[in-house]
Structure formats: C-alpha cells, structure tokens
Antibody, heavy 119, light 104 residues
Framework: EVQLVESGGGLVKPGRSLRLSCTAS????????MSWFRQAPGKGLEWVGF??????????EYAASVKGRFTISRDDSKSIAYLQMNSLKTEDTAVYYC??????????WGQGTLVTVSS | DIQMTQSPSSLSASVGDRVTITCRAS??????LAWYQQKPGKVPKLLIY???TLQSGVPSRFSGSGSGTDFTLTISSLQPEDVATYYCQKPPKTFGQGTKVEIK
C-alpha cells in the first residue's frame, strides 16, 4: 500500500524559511515523480511543483507563485521528498500535500501538513 | 500554461437526482483529465482518470466523458454521501476551481 507522510509544518513568521518532508513507502520511490500541492483555508487545490525521477533527469518545475522561493529535492536512498520554502509570505499559508502518480492522475496523497505564515 | 475552468461553482440537488459538472481546458488535452472528490477536512480522492476510466472502488454512479477541451463528470443518482467539492485536473498539475455539491 502506498503511504505518503508529510512532516515539518508549523507556524513561521513572514520572510522566514521552513522545510517540509514527505516520507514514502509501499512503492519504488526512485521510479516516480513526486509533486507538492497546497490548499489555502477554504480555497481550492493549487499545484506547487514537482520533481521528476532520476530516469527523467530529476528535474523540477514550479508554479509561478513560488518559483525562486521554493525548492523541491529528493533523497531516493531514504524515500523522502523535500519542499524547501524560503521568503515565506502570509499567502503561503495552506495545507501542503505530498503526492505521486502519473501523467493520467494523482491517486496517492499524504494527509497534509499545515503551514501558517503569520507575525 | 493550461487553465481548467469548472462550472457551476456550486449546485444543490435532491437525493436521486442526476448531477452534471463540466470542466473546460484552455487548450486541447486529449483525454488527460482526472476528477477528484474532496470531503470537508479530508484528502482529495481520485474518482476518474483518462477522462472516463473509473478508479477502482469508486461507485458506478460516477462517470466521466469528454475529450479535447470539454469534459463532464456525472453522478447518475446523487446520494447523501456525495456531498463534497469536486475538482477536475489536467495531470500532473492544474486543477479547476472546484464545484461544491450540496443536498437540497
């Protein structure tokens, strides 16, 4: 069974940094791209970014709203994906989800971790 | 970037009604379209992928259709447990803004 467990969320002041982790199990982690989505309180689902598998270069893509501030990385030896968030803004407040899937769907989601950016 | 537009943004229907939600892509996406159900406080759940393929375990009252730019999610007979927000997605990125379904 695929399991994705996010950690690292919490309360942080604007301008500060936070790193989220996503620990995966139940599948061959290195074979799959890993994505991050977020959902602000009472709002819809927003794609944050993803990292491809090493077989596809391990390259990353980001939403315009976070490009230059957020960085996604992966440690295939530990089956962990990371979301490094710098220069956080109040509008980054959301539940952050780690996901994996394919070009046809995103069937596997973690339970989410809440990030609150507030002074 | 491809934009996904859902309509309506919300609807209210009676138990047993047929419910239809539409999703339009800003450019052709073949059948690369998925539908999700999200209940309050819960994680999104995949219902349909490849526009019309039902995910394992999803009740058969849910169906999807469409190709290119126009897609539809249909609930053939609305049940109380279907109260949720439904999202379309052009995998692996863009979601529509969501359609909130309530019982009348």
């Amino acid at each position: 069974e695929v399991q994705l467990v996010e950690s690292g969320g919490g309360l942080v002041k604007p301008g500060r940094s936070l790193r989220l982790s996503c620990t995966a199990s139940g599948f061959t982690f290195g074979d799959y791209a890993m994505s991050w989505f977020r959902q602000a309180p009472g709002k819809g689902l927003e794609w944050v970014g993803f990292i491809r598998s090493k077989a596809y270069g391990g390259t990353t893509e980001y939403a315009a709203s976070v490009k230059g501030r957020f960085t996604i990385s992966r440690d295939d030896s530990k089956s962990i994906a990371y979301l490094q968030m710098n220069s956080l803004k109040t509008e980054d407040t959301a539940v952050y989800y780690c996901t994996t899937g394919s070009g046809y769907s995103t069937p596997h989601w973690g339970q989410g971790t809440l990030v609150t950016v507030s002074s | 970037d491809i934009q996904m537009t859902q309509s309506p943004s919300s609807l209210s229907a009676s138990v047993g009604d047929r419910v239809t939600i539409t999703c339009r892509a800003s450019q052709g996406i073949s059948n690369y379209l998925a539908w999700y159900q999200q209940k309050p406080g819960k994680v999104p759940k995949l219902l349909i992928y490849a526009a019309s393929t039902l995910q394992s375990g999803v009740p058969s009252r849910f169906s999807g259709s469409g190709s290119g730019t126009d897609f539809t999610l249909t609930i053939s007979s609305l049940q109380p447990e279907d109260v949720a927000t439904y999202y379309c997605q052009k995998p692996p990125k863009t979601f529509g803004q969501g359609t909130k379904v309530e019982i009348k």
